[in-house]
């Protein structure tokens, strides 16, 4: 079977495990946004939404919106404050992991199938409210693929999810790529995405930066969230200073634990293609205080990047899930808060 039709029968699998729950975009208004045509029609009023209508100031109210002529007017008695239609059409933005380490699972499936299947149910949502979606996915140094502007689900949902799939079917080679002429350009102006000279970007920060300078957007970030560098989570509390900004954790059973077996384990990088032999003892040997010591510093190392990253999203105000591979549908009551409450 060619790897064409691999890709289509699984981004055929991945659609049809794709959760459809309208996304509210609370950035803009109180309401929840429910089906296609809730939204009000594009505005041409003044700095482009059309006035509804004036009421009297509330708390917690933005104090941007205060209607100052309207407030003269009451001799200061009152305060008021605007309030406009918003644009039928909001922006979403999915940022996708798609370096190696996303090819791992052992359960069920592998990351990266579980972001297509996170990145489905975006777009299913996204098209119940006919908004506008762009998608990125980037590996170690480079942005991979991506939507130059944000389009209609129809029109790039089948290019989203078979950018995101496809490195997965290729197979894993550890070897640096050879630099052919004629090789393919960068997707984006690198260089004008630079704030200091000298300045070298990963991938993920140049996503990052490039959304950044879009109008004020739905951003989802889908990734293992492994090893992230301080210039990548300044870029991340960056983004999530212009943007609303939801990061959707994929991990596997295995990173988080050791297997419950005994006998030699292999760890492997996948990045790399190193190796590391390892002895479990089992669980019930009565003299097991050195496999405890390996089981539990196991865990409490991928415990504490969790919580280092968590803390972060919070500090940051952004938006966070886990997802593990072997959830499956499982996952869709977590997906479904995440997106009713973002």
């Keep these: 079977m060619s790897n064409k039709n691999t890709i289509e029968e699984l981004i055929e699998a991945v659609e049809a495990r794709a959760i459809q729950c309208p996304i509210p975009i609370r950035f803009r208004s109180s309401q929840n946004l429910g ?38 007017r009451t001799g200061g008695q009152k305060i008021f404050v605007s309030q406009f239609y918003e644009p039928r059409e909001v ?18 499936t592998t990351k990266r199938m579980l972001a297509a299947e996170l990145a489905a149910s975006i777009l299913k949502s996204a098209r119940k409210t006919n908004d506008k979606v762009g998608y990125i996915t980037y590996s170690e140094d480079r942005i991979e693929a991506m939507s130059k502007r944000a389009k209609f689900v129809g029109a790039m949902k089948s290019e989203a999810l078979r950018n995101i799939i496809e490195p997965g079917v290729r197979p894993i080679t550890h070897e640096a790529p050879v630099k052919a002429v004629g090789q393919r350009a960068d997707l984006v102006d690198v260089e004008g995405l630079i ?46 200073a212009r943007h609303d900004v939801v990061c959707m954790h994929v991990q596997d059973r295995r990173e988080r634990e050791l297997p419950d077996t005994w006998g030699v384990f292999v ?76």
């Excluded at 940022?95 to 052992?106: N, P």
């Design 35 to 72: 089906g296609a045509g809730e939204r009000n029609s594009r505005s041409r009023g003044f700095n482009g939404f059309d006035l509804v209508t004036q009421r009297e100031y509330q708390h917690g109210d933005d104090v941007k919106k205060i209607d100052w002529a309207a407030t003269a």
């Design 91 to 108: 922006k979403f933005y999915i940022l996708v992991d798609s370096k190696l380490t996303m090819d791992f699972g052992s359960v069920r």
């Design 195 to 240: 704030d200091q000279p000298g300045e070298k970007l990963t991938g993920l920060q140049q996503a990052l930066r490039f959304v950044r300078r879009q109008s004020k957007s739905l951003v989802f970030v889908i990734s293992d969230f492994i090893d992230l560098s301080e210039a990548e989570l300044n870029d991340l509390a960056s983004a999530s």
């Design 267 to 342: 760890l492997e990088d996948i990045r790399k293609g190193a190796r590391k032999a390892i002895w479990l003892w089992p669980k019930w040997w009565p003299f097991q205080r050195r496999d405890n010591t390996v089981r539990e510093q196991f865990t409490a190392n991928f415990n504490n990047r969790r919580n280092a990253m968590f803390e972060f999203f919070k500090d940051n105000n952004i938006k966070w899930e886990e997802f593990s591979t072997e959830e499956g549908t499982a996952a869709t009551p977590k997906l479904t808060k995440l997106f009713a409450d973002h």
